[in-house]
């Protein structure tokens, strides 16, 4: 009986440890549930821990989670749904937007290089032999059109001004003559002319009336006759034969004086410089100017180097409208024409649209990648393209009617999917989601939502951050490095 008693004892006092043992470890385990809700609430949010498997529910299966209730009333909310209160939501920017109904751009989408437009790339260089005096621009400086670049001394500019200043003297000097030719010498002649004429008109007169009066022998009236006719002809030779011959020689000494002095600005106009310009004096200077506005990209000379005829000296590009490449698969081809709206988007610039127009389709196919060149024509007119900048180039080839789309604000990148915060009832839901064509700060949405839906816009990525912090569910990151939003 006594180790019967004892062995009762025993047993009393082994339940009784392993029931104190039970009500320590249920104390324990509901303590660090107790303490992980604390953590969460201080950070504005409760969350449900779920598999990740469980994140990844429909629309339709959120709709439903959200909206039973077991047999005694009580309602279940989905896995993975998250509340925030209004302090959390002002303090991270939340807002939402309801997935709205449009019409899209179908686009054809391949990687791009931005590369300068080669009608607009400048060589400048000097066309005379010379030596560098003075350099006014820099690798960076934007200039405009028949701005000086730099200033070059050079015998043989001197030489040709000196030239062109002896030809128009010549000219002016036979413009002279002829106007001489003209005014004074054959007018002269001409009153000689006739003044002799008039005096034979006279003595004819005379020995006329002497011959009737039986005064003059007939042949004194025939001599004034001859001498009458004589200077009447010399007349006549006066106003036109001398004359004419006379001014002939003035103008053709005009028209060699004319010419050349046109070969002399010729010399000067192949060498660059503006004949028209000139002050009058003989000047080396040698001015090189930019043919185009731009920016100087490259500089090779220096204050007193020589510098060889044909040497190119600077680069100017004019980045204000650029080309932009890429190459699209030869499946595609029927779907290209030229004409057709381009859009360009870079990493540099995520919140940017550059838009243009197809100006190119390569008349041949890589036989390597069996792709075909083409080529679009952007303007620039801020500069903010760079020759050889990466890019995403889209070729709109038609329209599609009636996309889901939300701002691609909305849109996260979680493991190499994406996904979206839902507004479910009072909380949010993050949905993975299938999307399509981006297009002007918005992004089609193939499948996961639904029309009357809302997702979160502002906020996301750091609804995104938390929330997995609290979970405790980790390998998701932004989409972007900084604003975690698909651009």
């Known amino acids: 009986m006594a180790e019967e008693s004892g062995r009762q004892k025993q047993m009393r006092g082994g339940k009784e ?28 949010m409760v969350g449900c821990g779920q598999p990740k498997e469980e994140a990844k529910s429909t629309s339709s299966a959120g709709k439903e989670e959200g909206e039973k209730g077991d047999e005694h009333g009580h309602h279940h909310e989905p896995a993975g749904l998250i509340h925030v209160d209004e302090a959390a939501r002002a303090m991270i920017g939340l807002s939402t937007e309801q997935v709205a109904v449009a019409d899209i751009p179908v ?37 405009q059109a028949g701005q000086t670049l730099a200033l070059l001394s050079s015998s043989e500019v001197g030489e040709a001004r000196a030239n062109l200043m002896q030809a128009q003297a010549r000219l002016e000097l036979a413009r002279a003559n002829l106007e001489r030719q003209k005014s004074q010498q054959a007018q002269a002649e001409i009153l000689q002319a006739k003044a002799r004429l008039d005096l034979a008109a006279k003595v004819l007169e005379r020995q006329q009336r002497l011959y009737q009066n039986k005064v003059a022998a007939r042949k004194e009236v025939e001599a004034a006759e001859a001498e009458y006719e004589h200077a009447k002809a010399a007349y006549e030779y006066a106003k036109t034969i001398d004359y004419q011959r006379e001014t002939q020689a003035r103008e053709a000494e005009l028209a060699a004086a004319r010419a050349d002095y046109e070969r002399a600005r010729q010399v000067l106009l192949i060498m660059g410089v503006n004949p028209d310009a000139d002050s009058g004096q003989v000047s080396s200077s040698y001015y090189i100017r930019s043919p185009l506005r731009g920016v100087v990209v490259d500089r090779k000379t220096n204050v007193g180097e020589l510098v060889d005829e044909n040497a190119d000296l600077f680069t100017v590009m004019d980045l204000s409208r650029v080309w932009v490449f890429a190459e699209v698969h030869q499946n595609l081809l029927p779907q290209l024409k030229l004409g057709q709206e381009v859009r360009l988007q870079v990493p540099s610039y995520p919140d940017r649209t ?19 060149k083409v080529r679009a024509e952007l303007d620039n007119p801020s500069f903010l393209l760079k020759p050889d900048m990466f890019g995403e180039l889209q070729i709109v080839t038609g329209i599609k009617k009636g996309a889901l789309v939300v701002p691609r604000e909305a849109v996260l990148d979680q493991e190499g999917s994406k996904a979206v915060f839902v507004k479910v009832g009072d909380g949010f839901l993050l949905r993975p989601v299938e999307v399509g064509t981006r297009f002007g700060g918005k992004v089609e949405i193939v499948s996961g939502l639904g029309e009357e839906e809302e997702v979160v816009v502002g906020g996301a990525f750091q609804l995104q951050a938390q929330a997995l912090k609290g979970t405790g569910v980790a390998g998701t990151h932004a989409e972007h490095e900084h604003a975690g939003h698909e651009h």
């Open 354 to 372: 550059f838009r243009g127009q197809l100006s190119y389709i390569s008349p041949v196919i890589d036989p390597h990648t069996r792709t075909v």
């Open 17 to 44: 440890k392993g029931l104190r043992r039970k009500k320590e470890g249920g104390i324990s385990r509901w303590l660090a549930w107790f303490l992980a809700c604390c953590l969460l609430l201080a950070s504005g």
């Open 107 to 143: 686009v054809i989408t391949a990687p791009a290089t931005i590369s300068p437009n080669l009608n607009r790339i400048a060589k400048v260089g000097s066309k005379v032999k010379g030596r560098t005096v003075k350099v006014f621009v820099n690798p960076g400086d934007q200039v």
